[in-house]
């Protein structure tokens, strides 16, 4: 029998775990110091198995018509997940991605190599300085999935961080991001105040049970300077095997309520997610 077996490696910034998924042959999830941070199909790169994976791939589904190359520019690696659903169902598209932590991107690209001819190009640095130092108006869509652990780091949660989003993406370009937080949402709300200052339209992607206080979960901004295709996206969210809710115009508003944009000396990184929320044994 040839059953694949779990990997551990130490890497730049954690331990990093492959586990395989017994249920399916070339499936995997990736842990970083227990905390899952990707999972991936080898032969079936359109399966998502995370809720907030599916969320991000809806903004990326929407954002233009079906099959158009796009530029993307992907800030956290992880297993290249959707790097590769991005090849996958949108071939041709440039997609760089930055990742960085050398030793995770080099476990990934050893275990779980990308497809030939996918033009994916990983980059290892900061992602607030591969973002400053890329040319304006360079992409379509722009993917925050940045964690130190299970924190977004607060240098990417900024005025000037969302400044130089818009100044990447082309005027029609959106940018999603994975943030995670829970009731009173004091992290959540200061994003959507941040990135309301500079970007015209939001919409904002959640499961019932953490808009209601339920539980500490992600959510999924959703960007532009341009008109968003909000009934698509609440019909994708809603029909989905994890239902969401698009909460964007007046009801977004509301939940913002008095939060004020987050200056560059005064960012925080997101809140630390309860003891065991997101942990893999």
Known sequence: MNEPIPVTRTTDLGTARLLPDLDRPRAWLLTVDGAPQSYLDLDDPTHLEFEYVRMLAHALDTAAPPGRPLDVLHLGGGALTLPRYA??????????????????????????????????????????????????????????????????????????????IR??????????????????????????????????????LAEPAVLRGRRFGNTVLVASGA?????????????????????????????????VPVPDGAAVPSPRPPSGTFTVA
Do not use: K, W
């Open 227 to 259: 008109p968003l295709p909000l009934a698509e996206l609440a019909r994708r969210a809603a029909a989905d095997v994890f239902p969401a809710r698009a909460v964007h115009g007046e009801a977004l508003a509301r939940l913002v309520g008095g939060a």
């Open 167 to 204: 100044r990447v993406l082309r005027p029609d370009g959106i940018y999603a991001a994975n943030l995670a937080d829970a009731v009173p949402f004091a992290f959540l709300r200061s994003q959507l105040a941040t990135f309301g200052a500079v970007f015209g339209q939001m919409c904002l």
């Open 87 to 164: 090849a996958a169902t949108r071939p041709g598209s440039g997609q760089r991605v930055v990742e960085a932590d050398r030793g995770l991107a080099e476990l990934i690209a050893e275990r779980c190599p990308l497809p030939g001819g996918a033009r994916i190009a990983v980059e290892i640095a900061d992602a607030r300085a591969a973002l400053t130092a890329t040319a304006p108006a360079s992409a379509d869509i722009v993917v925050g999935d940045v964690f130190g652990g299970a924190l977004i780091p607060a240098h990417l949660t900024t005025l000037g961080y969302a400044r130089d």
